[in-house]
T-cell receptor
C-alpha cells in the first residue's frame, strides 16, 4: 500500500497564482522527495528535504517538512502553464534504498 | 548523453504470453528499480536491485521476474501469471553509496497493453 497520501488529488489555478500541494506519510523517514510527471512520461526529481530540515527552496519551489505531523507541502510560486503536470511525494527510510510514492496531485495551470 | 533508456515505448501482449521490458542506464548507478503505474495512481514498486546479481521483491512482485547480470541493465519480464498486466512501467536508477534514499532518475516508460 502507498504510504504517502496527497491532497488535493487535483488542483486547477490561473497562471501567476501559487499552487500548494500536501503530502502525509505514516512511518519515520530519512528524507522526503518531490517529483514531477508530465503526461505519459517518466518522473523528474524536483527537490529533496532531509528529516532534520524544516524548509528548503529551489527556484520557484518551496518545500516544508513537519516530522511531528508526518507531513510535507510543496509550494510552486508564480505558476506557469508549463507547470501543468502531476506531482508526487516520495518518502525514503522505511526500507534501505526504497522510496514510497504518494498517489499524486494533478496540477492544471490555465494561461 | 547520460540517462536511462527503456524499450519498447509501447508493447502489446496476447494473454498467456511472457514479455520482457528493457531498461539500460549509463549513469554508473548501483541501484535500479521497476515500478508499475496505473491510470491516476502513484507508483508501486515491483522489484529493485542494489548490486549486480542481487535483487529484492517490492510490494507487487507476483507475476514478474527480473535479472541483474550487468550493472547497466535490469530487464523486467511480465509473465503469464500476472493477472492484470496492462499498465505503464517505469524503470529508475540511483546511487546507493552514502545516499541510499537519494534522488532516483527515471526512464521514459513502457506502456504495456494486453490484447
Amino acid at each position: 500500500s502507498q504510504q504517502g497520501e496527497e491532497d488535493p488529488q487535483a488542483l486547477s489555478i490561473q497562471e501567476g497564482e501559487n499552487a500548494t500541494m500536501n503530502c502525509s506519510y505514516k512511518t519515520s523517514i530519512n528524507n522526503l522527495q518531490w517529483y514531477r510527471q508530465n503526461s505519459g512520461r517518466g518522473l523528474v526529481h524536483l527537490i529533496l528535504i532531509r528529516s532534520n530540515e524544516r524548509e528548503k527552496h529551489s527556484g520557484r519551489l518551496r518545500v516544508t517538512l513537519d516530522t511531528s505531523k508526518k507531513s510535507s507541502s510543496l509550494l510552486i510560486t508564480a505558476s506557469r502553464a508549463a507547470d501543468t503536470a502531476s506531482y508526487f511525494c516520495a518518502s525514503g527510510g522505511t526500507s534501505y534504498g526504497k522510496l514510497t510514492f504518494g498517489q499524486g496531485t494533478i496540477l492544471t495551470v490555465h494561461p | 548523453d547520460g540517462g536511462i533508456t527503456q524499450s519498447p515505448k509501447y508493447l502489446f501482449r496476447k494473454e498467456g504470453q511472457n514479455v520482457t521490458l528493457s531498461c539500460e542506464q549509463n549513469l554508473n548507478h548501483d541501484a535500479m528499480y521497476w515500478y508499475r503505474q496505473d491510470p491516476g495512481q502513484g507508483l508501486r514498486l515491483i522489484y529493485y536491485s542494489q548490486i549486480v546479481n542481487d535483487f529484492q521483491k517490492g510490494d507487487i512482485a507476483e507475476g514478474y521476474s527480473v535479472s541483474r547480470e550487468k550493472k547497466e541493465s535490469f530487464p523486467l519480464t511480465v509473465t503469464s501469471a500476472q493477472k492484470n498486466p496492462t499498465a505503464f512501467y517505469l524503470c529508475a536508477s540511483s546511487t546507493i553509496a552514502g545516499a541510499p534514499w537519494g534522488e532516483q532518475f527515471f526512464g521514459p516508460g513502457t506502456r504495456l497493453t494486453v490484447l
